[in-house]
């Protein structure tokens, strides 16, 4: 279903272009547009199951360096600079105490923050801060990106981590998302040694994950 859907979709409007329905170059450009749209949407869809299936396989490949999350993590967030200025959104850090390097992927942990960034992202109301925060455990060190959106529902947490499934399921698809983030978020956080969880109530989300201290 999540296949057919844009195949579908990129079906019906290139026919529409071919039949000479969209007669006007504004109405082409405009139905070009959401076929390449489309596509993207198969494009992401089609990796992040490539990612799942070597993750159930055992098969992903982990290369764990230490990572000094203090200049990592600013890094990360530019990247996402430009999305969340569009709703106002600010990035600020937050730790008690210096946290040391943590032993992980880069390009994992890079992933992994990803997904749950712009899923704060999508969720937080314009003008908020989404709250990046470091803390140091016994031999590990714990992340957490913090949103003041709407939250959970209490009926839905035990599922957010299934395959394919969305909280918000009228805006899921509009928004590009793919039902698969969290799922492989999970897998690649355990994969690298670590545990992922969230807590959520009305107004505020919390996703915290774990991983290794490096030695």
Same mark, same amino acid.
């Given at each position: 279903?999540?296949?057919?859907?844009?195949?579908?979709?990129?079906?019906?409007?290139?026919?529409?272009?071919?039949?000479?329905?969209?007669?006007?170059?504004?109405?082409?450009?405009?139905?070009?547009? !959401?076929?390449?749209?489309?596509?993207?949407?198969?494009?992401?869809?089609?990796?992040?199951?490539?990612?799942?299936?070597?993750?159930?396989?055992?098969?992903?490949?982990?290369?764990?360096?230490?990572?000094?999350?203090?200049?990592?993590? @600013?890094?990360?967030?530019?990247?996402?600079?430009?999305?969340?200025?569009?709703?106002?959104? &600010?990035?600020?850090?937050?730790?008690?105490?210096?946290?040391?390097?943590?032993?992980?992927?880069?390009?994992?942990?890079?992933?992994?923050?990803?997904?749950?960034?712009?899923?704060?992202?999508?969720?937080?109301?314009?003008?908020?801060?989404?709250?990046?925060?470091?803390?140091?455990?016994? !031999?590990?060190?714990?992340?957490?990106?913090?949103?003041?959106?709407?939250?959970? @529902?209490?009926?839905?947490?035990?599922?957010?981590?299934?395959?394919?499934?969305?909280?918000?399921?009228?805006?899921?698809?509009?928004?590009?998302? &793919?039902?698969?983030?969290?799922?492989?978020?999970?897998?690649?956080?355990?994969?690298?040694?670590?545990?992922?969880?969230?807590?959520?109530?009305?107004?505020?989300?919390?996703?915290?994950? &774990?991983?290794?201290?490096?030695?």
């Amino acid at each position: 279903h999540e296949i057919k859907t844009p195949v579908a979709a990129i079906q019906a409007l290139a026919e529409t272009v071919i039949d000479g329905m969209a007669p006007t170059a504004e109405q082409r450009q405009r139905y070009l547009g !959401n076929i390449v749209s489309e596509s993207k949407h198969i494009d992401r869809l089609i990796h992040d199951l490539l990612d799942l299936a070597q993750l159930d396989a055992g098969e992903l490949s982990i290369i764990r360096e230490p990572i000094a999350l203090t200049e990592f993590l @600013p890094a990360e967030l530019d990247k996402h600079s430009s999305l969340a200025a569009t709703k106002q959104l &600010t990035f600020k850090i937050e730790q008690s105490a210096p946290a040391p390097p943590v032993l992980a992927d880069p390009d994992r942990l890079s992933q992994v923050l990803a997904n749950l960034i712009s899923n704060a992202i999508r969720h937080s109301p314009p003008s908020t801060p989404i709250i990046i925060g470091l803390k140091s455990l016994a !031999n590990k060190v714990q992340i957490s990106v913090q949103d003041f959106g709407s939250g959970i @529902p209490a009926a839905e947490l035990d599922h957010i981590w299934d395959r394919f499934y969305r909280v918000d399921k009228s805006r899921a698809r509009r928004d590009g998302g &793919t039902g698969l983030g969290l799922a492989i978020t999970k897998k690649l956080v355990q994969a690298m040694d670590g545990t992922i969880a969230v807590d959520s109530q009305p107004g505020k989300t919390v996703f915290f994950f &774990t991983l290794p201290a490096a030695k």
